[in-house]
Each structure stands twice: as C-alpha cells, then as structure tokens.
C-alpha cells in the first residue's frame, strides 16, 4: 500500500533482531524520501581482513542473560511484559556476540576445490557442486561460460543464515583462498564530505 512502511517480524514472521533493525533503517530511509528529503547519501562498505574469529566458543560459555520482565499482577493494557536489561546484564549479553559483520572471503583464484571447507564446517552451511546446477541471471551465466561448466567445473556454495564465523573453513584451507574480513562502514567525516562533494556534483551535472 502507498506510504504505508512494515518490517519485522510483522511482515517476514520471526527472524532475529538485528534483522528487523535493518528493516526499520530501511522504512526511515524510504519515509525520508517520500516526504520530499530525496535519496540519503549511502556510506560506503569496506572489508578488513580479522583473522581467525572464535566467536561461537564466547557465545556458547557465557550463559544468556535472563530478560527482566514485569510482574504478573502489573500485566495490565498493553504494556510490554519484557523490560529493557540494566546496564551489567546488557553489556554481558552483547559479549556473546556472534559478530554477523564477519565474513568468510573466497578467492577463487586460490580454491583448488578440495572440499576441505565443506567437511570441517560444523553447520553444514558450504556445499560443493557443479557450475552447470547453478541458476541465476546474466551474470551468473556469464561466469559459468567463463568457468566452462561443460568441462565439469565445480562452486563452493554458501547457506549465510547457518552461517556462525567460526573460521575453520578458513583454518582447515589448505591454500589460503578463505579469510575473514569484517564489512564495516566508513563514515568518516572525510568520506562523508567526499559523498556532499559528489553529490553536489550530480546535481550540477543534472
């Protein structure tokens, strides 16, 4: 429906937080838009290599901090039963982060497909298959005419919502083709002024 914005699990059913945060990231962006603010400036995304992450083994040692919550007899409305953590139980919660910005990087250039990644992976998430099951638009077809998917070429395929970046893909390539590398954004003030500059120069352009 026109300028009606949902997200979350009201529009996807239950998923984690963080991506129902991005949801509402993405509704105050396009009601900024459509009130007349025009397109905000996007920053601009670059990966930094972290080397071996051992996130899954923090996460699985501390305990989950139980969620405070109201009292039965005070239930009343619409009040919200869960109530925010205190300072000590939220810093200890966000330690057991699994750090989702870390990502497993694959050079194709390096993988000699021996399928050591696939057998070490805990999660089942990496697979091994050949280019001519894949399916996808021109550019995925691109690439396979490229790889020559008749001569029997193969692709490491990744589930990222198995996913949990405990990087022994990355110990166990035997090459050196995997890394982790963390997204971050650079919103530098000397990007952000480089993103006005090229902005304005748009404009005059237009």
Known sequence: MPAVYCGGDLAFGPRIVIEAEADGKRAALAIHEYLGGGAVPRSRGRFRDVGLNRGGDRYDRIPRQVIPTVAVQRRTGFREVEEPYGDEQGRIEASRC?????????????????SGCVDICPEGCLSLVPVSRLTGGPELDAVRAALGADAGAGAIVKDEERCIRCGLCMERCPTGAITM?????????????????????EVQRG
């Not at 989702?100 to 497909?113: A, G, K, P, Y």
């Open 98 to 114: 699994l750090t989702c910005n870390v990502e497993t990087v694959f050079d194709s250039e390096r993988c000699i497909l021996c």
């Open 181 to 201: 590398e963390a997204l971050e954004l650079d919103e530098s003030p000397q990007t952000a002024l480089g993103l006005f500059h090229e902005r304005m120069g």
